[in-house]
């Protein structure tokens, strides 16, 4: 578009059409009864806080005290408290069931990825058929784990060996877990296992040779009697492969595109806007819970 | 069974207690082995020695616990009747009642560690205690009402131990080890004895009530993802549980001791004792009807299917034929009925059976809610304790039973007629 027209109008065009239209500054100040010049200094500043050339505590060290001196018990602003914006990401994760197919591909790269042993998927597609022949709807559910903000497995675990980390995963300290279970009854989401130990080593040769790196911890080959098997696993939101700047593999394989991966903090992010989707709902809210996975319907 | 310490009084009948004494241990010995082989077994296999799973993540062995727990809670709230609020009709099972609550203490915590994914690491539980985890708490908790047991027990028997420790036997052996040198009996000692078990007595009440039994009915009543669990009344219901079995163990276990031993039975202790049991079992009852009756109102989808599970299913011949029937409806008749409330016979099988009923209502607290699953599309559980388990089951109570056994053999438990005339006064 416009790539051979010279009648175009440049950003630089619109300024000018801007400013032509703008009341002079000097001039109203002029007509009101405090410091024109303070006025114009401010506004010049306020710019520079916005493209980001000044930061907003220096812009209040230097002009409080002449705003004091101007309006006296008029002005009550301060240094806005700006520390705690700087945390760092908080995972989350948007599934739109709209676009979900059932293909279950979530749940097979999830098997692949995290090797998990037979009689434990992280992740799972729940099927359900709405609705009476001829009118019927199919729903499919894919359910993690949560990552709950509240989590109860968390809240029961007797040795801390759940736990909830900054960056909003819930942990398993599969080193510490002593197998009482008490966590898989406690989950509301069915979203924990135990590793009774099972192998595909029949089907599979050369498959205990190597295990997944869950929470960033290498454990080399699966043996009896070795950790994890004994104690309880989840998903992890594939940590590792946060780690290293990848997407859970769920998220990577969906053939239908039907989920997201990201950082709720973060405003711009394509999860946060997801989020703020009036589609947008978590499942047994009244738990209370707080998922860190969010719905869309 | 025998008991050495009596051998003055009773010389005619000891030949035959001590047949029948070897008889027993010996049954034990081989009950113990049997089970002590899968025991070994699941230590090296794992939990895949059980029918266990993700679904349905607790079995015959977390309902044994409970079981376990709530017979000692009952135990003990039944000798603080004794001791702090001085019913001294029931004064004759006193110790008993005391030693009992320390086995069945073990016992259950053997059980929970036989659940365990990892019973080496049993310690991080107290290690790494977790203070929002009411597990994490029961742990402490158990310990705690172990040691007080231990303690309340010894200053009751102390009495005994002293004037033991003069005979040349092997309970006087026993008796010389626990006992210092200059240990007398007298009127001064009595009072401080007696003030002391008061104390630990009332100390011990709530941490029972509150703590041991309460508490492990918290487990399950926190548990917001099991509607059918999470109520306040559940705890309640523990409770009134433990005292119910608890009774019922005590009476059963003095009337088969004293038929053994050929020795008179307390027709009226019994009797009242019969009628205590059958009040808390009412009481008991109640509570549940309420419990049932709430959860079924509510319509909950999650909670009438744990309902039914319990109640039509498979596994309803546990609620209607167990719980209800052998442990509610038949002990009562049994109680109330005029032809049977006097007939020492009966109320045994009465007690008996309602210790088998508390039974059935442990298993059936822990593995119903468990065959539901939390969501509806998920598979169902599907649980029925294996051979294994059982077997590991009948193990773990074996060695109770043996070290309950070996213990009244070494300790004066059992009141002699002469020490109820004195001791609590
Ligand atoms: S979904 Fe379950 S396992 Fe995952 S954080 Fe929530 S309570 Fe814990
Ligand atoms: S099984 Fe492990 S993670 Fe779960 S509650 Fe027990 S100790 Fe904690």
Redesign the interface.
């Known amino acids: 578009m416009g790539l051979f027209s010279n009648w175009d109008l440049k950003p630089r065009d619109y300024d000018k059409i801007v400013d032509q239209k703008l009341p002079n500054a000097e001039k109203v100040l002029n007509e009101s009864q405090y410091d024109t010049k303070l006025g114009l200094n401010m506004a010049r500043d306020a710019r520079k806080v916005i493209n980001g050339s000044m930061k907003i505590d220096d812009f209040h060290k230097v002009y409080s005290s002449s705003l004091t001196m101007e309006f006296g018990s008029y002005y009550a602003s301060d240094t806005p408290d700006t520390k705690k914006t700087n945390k760092g990401p908080k995972w989350v994760m948007v599934i739109d069931l709209q676009k979900c197919i059932g293909c279950d591909t979530c749940t097979v790269s999830c098997k692949a990825e995290n090797r998990t042993p037979p009689?434990?998927s992280y992740n799972?597609v729940?099927?359900?058929l709405e609705g009476e022949f001829p009118n019927i709807k199919a729903m499919n559910?894919p359910?993690p784990c949560m990552q709950c903000d509240k989590p109860?497995c968390a809240?029961?675990?007797?040795?801390?060996?759940t736990y909830k980390m900054e960056n909003g995963i819930v942990v398993i300290d599969n080193d510490?877990?002593?197998?009482?279970?008490?966590c898989?009854?406690?989950?509301?989401?069915?979203a924990?296992?135990?590793?009774?130990?099972?192998s595909y080593e029949q089907e599979m040769t050369g498959y205990n040779d190597v295990t997944s790196p869950e929470y960033g911890v290498e454990r080399g080959e699966r043996k009896k009697?070795k950790t994890p098997?004994?104690?309880?696993r989840k998903c992890s939101f594939c940590f590792h492969r946060l780690q290293r700047g990848e997407e859970p593999a769920c998220v990577e394989t969906c053939i239908g595109d039907a989920r997201f991966f990201g950082d709720i903090n973060d405003p711009n992010s394509v999860v946060s806007k997801l989020a703020a989707s009036p589609r947008a709902f978590r499942l047994k809210e009244e738990?209370g819970t707080q998922p860190s996975v969010i719905y869309l319907r | 069974m025998s008991n050495l310490a009596l051998k003055l009084e009773h010389k005619s009948t000891k030949s035959t207690d001590t047949k029948v004494f070897k008889i027993w241990i010996s049954a034990l010995t081989v009950a113990f082995l049997a089970g002590g082989y899968f025991i070994v077994e699941r230590m090296i296999?794992?939990?895949?020695a059980t029918n266990?799973?993700?679904?349905t993540?607790?079995g015959a062995w977390i309902a044994f616990y409970i079981f376990f727990v709530g017979l000692s809670a009952g135990s003990f709230l039944l000798s603080t009747l004794i001791y702090v609020f001085g019913m001294e009709e029931y004064e004759r099972i006193g110790k008993a009642a005391l030693f009992t609550a320390i086995v069945c203490m073990i016992v259950a915590l053997t059980f929970?560690l036989m659940?365990?994914?990892?019973?080496e690491?049993?310690m991080?539980?107290i290690?790494?205690?977790?203070v929002?985890?009411?597990?994490?708490w029961e742990?402490h908790f158990y310990l705690v009402y172990i040691a007080l047991l231990m303690v309340e027990l010894y200053i009751a028997m102390r009495e005994d131990l002293v004037r033991a420790a003069n005979t040349n036997t092997l309970k006087g052996f026993v008796a010389r080890l626990l006992t210092s040198k200059n240990s007398t009996i007298n009127t001064l000692t009595k009072k401080r004895d007696h003030m002391w078990m008061k104390i630990l007595g009332t100390i011990g009440i709530p941490i029972a009530i509150l703590g041991v039994h309460g508490g492990t009915g918290t487990?399950f009543a926190?548990?917001?993802?099991?509607p059918a669990w999470n109520t306040a009344i559940f705890p309640i219901i523990f409770v009134v549980s433990a005292m119910v079995s608890g009774t019922a163990l005590l009476l059963a276990m003095y009337v088969i001791k004293r038929k053994v031993q050929k020795k008179p039975i307390d027709q009226k202790m019994i009797i009242s004792l019969s009628k205590l049991m059958a009040g808390f079992l009412i009481i008991d009852l109640g509570l549940q009807f309420y419990e049932y009756l709430t959860g079924w109102y509510g319509l909950e989808i999650e909670h009438l299917d744990t309902l039914a599970t319990m109640m039509a299913s498979d596994l309803s011949w546990s609620f209607w034929g167990v719980q209800m029937f052998l442990g509610a409806v038949v002990p009562l008749t049994i109680v109330f009925w005029k032809k049977t409330n006097q007939n020492i016979n009966a109320l045994l099988v009465a007690a008996i059976l309602i210790v088998v009923g508390i039974i059935g209502v442990r298993f059936n607290i822990v593995v119903p809610s468990?065959i539901v699953?939390?969501?509806?599309?998920?598979p169902w559980g599907d649980y029925f304790p294996t051979v294994k388990e059982w077997m590991v089951s009948v193990g773990v109570v074996a060695m109770g039973l043996l070290i309950y056994s070996i213990g009244e053999l070494l300790l004066p438990i059992e009141e002699t007629s002469e020490e109820v005339s004195h001791n609590g006064k």
Request: proline letters at 7%; charged letters at 15%.
């Open positions: 009689g434990i799972v729940m099927e359900s559910l359910r109860a809240q029961v675990c007797p040795t801390r060996a510490r877990c002593i197998g009482c279970r008490y898989i009854v406690a989950c509301p989401y069915g924990r296992s135990f590793d009774f130990g099972d009697g098997i004994g104690t309880v738990l | 296999t794992g939990l895949s266990l799973s993700s679904i993540p607790w929970v659940d365990l994914g990892r019973p690491r049993l991080n539980a290690i790494y205690w977790n929002t985890s009411p597990l994490g742990v487990i926190m548990v917001k993802a099991r468990l699953p939390v969501f509806h599309e998920l």
